[in-house]
């Protein structure tokens, strides 16, 4: 009977019996008569509306075995109905408002997950330049000849320059001075480094006759300033010295 609710009224007015059950024969018991075995509303309410229609024949159906519940009027019925509907269309506006927060919640996650991703790019590349640029710098000392060195000292020691510097933030030259003084020490300090693992004393004289050519301050443990065979402790001496013999290189 599922889905063919129109026949219920056609087949019951041809006499056949709803009274009987799916049970086996002769006394089917047992089973479950045709109102319990209809999965629908629509055909369940069929036997109801066939009921109240017929209600007061002589020959009425014995609805209690037939397991009907109480005749269900038309107006009842289009009640019921109209409940039916706005059920349905209150689920689908309750789905489609769920359906709408979850795709809302997801897109301000998506927008979340991208966010953190570009600040962690963001700083990755930050990172990266940094590394890059002190890279740079050290690799442009090393890269020098001590000819370029020696050059780069003599500027820094008189404040000119024969060539055309590069154009660094302050920060950038600072650190490549740094970079030279560094570089400039250690060449100065490797031949001193030899000497001390041979001969302590020899060592030991040599810091004491390594003065300043202008002062005659001793020298040990500073990084003096060099020009020709001069060596002065700070820029003023080396200043001094080239004032001494004219000369401004």
Not at 50 to 68: G, K, S, T
Not at 123 to 152: F, G
Not at 163 to 171: D, G, R
């Amino acid at each position: 009977m599922q889905g063919r609710h129109e026949l219920i009224a056609l087949l019951l007015d041809c006499g056949e019996d709803p009274t009987i059950t799916n049970g086996h024969y002769p006394l089917y018991a047992g089973g479950e008569t045709a109102y319990q075995v209809a999965r629908d509303r629509t055909t369940r309410d069929a036997f109801r509306t066939y009921r109240y229609a017929h209600q007061n024949d002589v020959d009425a159906i014995e609805w209690d075995l037939a397991r009907v519940p109480d005749a269900l009027s038309p107006s009842q019925q289009h009640e019921n109905e109209a409940r039916a509907r706005d059920k349905k269309k209150r689920e689908r506006t309750r789905r489609k408002q769920r359906e709408r927060a979850q795709k809302e919640k997801q897109a301000e996650k998506k927008v979340q997950s991208d966010s953190g991703e570009e600040e962690m790019l963001d700083k990755i590349i930050a990172e990266k330049e940094a590394r890059e640029q002190k890279l740079t710098l050290r690799n442009r000392v090393k890269n020098m000849t001590p000819q370029e060195i020696q050059e780069r000292m003599r500027s820094m020691a008189t404040g000119t320059s024969t060539k055309a510097k590069p154009v660094l933030s302050p920060e950038a030259q600072r650190a490549a001075d740094r970079e030279l003084r560094f570089q400039a020490a250690q060449r100065r300090l490797a031949p001193q480094s030899a000497q001390r693992s041979t001969d302590v004393r020899t060592q030991n004289v040599q810091h004491s006759t390594d003065v300043c050519t202008h002062c005659g301050v001793s020298l040990h443990g500073c990084v003096p300033f060099e020009q020709f065979d001069w060596k002065c402790c700070s820029v003023q001496c080396l200043h001094g010295q080239q004032l001494v013999y004219g000369t401004n290189i």
